[in-house]
């Protein structure tokens, strides 16, 4: 962590200093299940409107990897049908780059009387958001992917998700390199800035 951080309250700090780690740059082990556990926890406590819960965090390591590659290299070919053999090997290696692939998705409530399925929707991304930040302060490293295969049906349905469900993202985990990528200085300049409402009549 840079020096500059260490001044500041540790949650702060974690949060400036998280950086998304590539596949190629994520190594054995993945999370252990305790680890996982406390980013479950911590996505839990992302805001939700109406206390729905939609976070859905589907654990793929070892040997289903390949199955996930399958998967996305049969959705890959059903969606391009005239994609190349190669491409196609390709996508179905994928899920391999790294130790752990999460699918992290949304168990949204269509219907909801109160609370539309845009706010189911971010409240999910403000979990994968929560559960990337703690990946990382806890000593291990992800990324938020996505691709064609978020959007499938069928990839949705292998995975046990319902047909309601929405997945948001790959979440690729594990152990950083140590030629990890570090946080970018942040510029705010543009972002934020006060209202002023204007001069009534
Ligand atoms: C919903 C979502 C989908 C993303 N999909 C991809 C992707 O498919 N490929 C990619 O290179 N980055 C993707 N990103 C961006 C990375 O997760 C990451 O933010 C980016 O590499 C910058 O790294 P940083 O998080 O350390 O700033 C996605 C981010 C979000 C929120």
Do not use: C
């Not at 999370?31 to 839990?44: N, S, W």
């Not at 406590?45 to 049969?74: C, E, K, N, T």
């Amino acid at each position: 962590m840079p020096d500059a951080l260490s001044a500041l309250p540790p949650a702060v700090a974690a949060l400036l200093a998280r950086a998304s780690v590539p596949p190629r740059l994520l190594r054995e082990p993945a999370p252990g299940a305790a680890v996982l556990d406390l980013a479950v926890a911590a996505a839990l406590r992302a805001p939700d409107h109406g206390g729905l819960r939609p976070a859905r965090f589907v654990f793929i390591s070892g040997a289903a990897r390949a199955a996930l590659g399958a998967l996305m290299a049969d959705s890959l070919a059903r969606r391009e049908p005239a994609t190349p053999a190669e491409r196609l090997d390709i996508e179905r290696a994928k899920p391999l780059r790294a130790p752990m692939v999460v699918a992290a998705g949304a168990a949204i409530r269509p219907d909801h009387p109160k609370i539309p399925v845009w706010e189911q929707e971010a409240s999910t991304a403000a979990s994968i958001m929560n559960f990337l930040n703690a990946i990382d302060a806890l000593g291990f490293g992800g990324v938020w992917l996505s691709s064609g295969a978020l959007r499938d049906e069928m990839v949705k349905r292998a995975l046990g998700f319902a047909a309601t469900d929405r997945l948001l993202g790959w979440i690729y985990l594990g152990t950083p390199a140590p030629d990890r990528p570090v946080a970018r200085a942040i510029e705010t300049a543009g972002i934020a800035r006060d209202w002023v409402p204007p001069a009534g009549p």
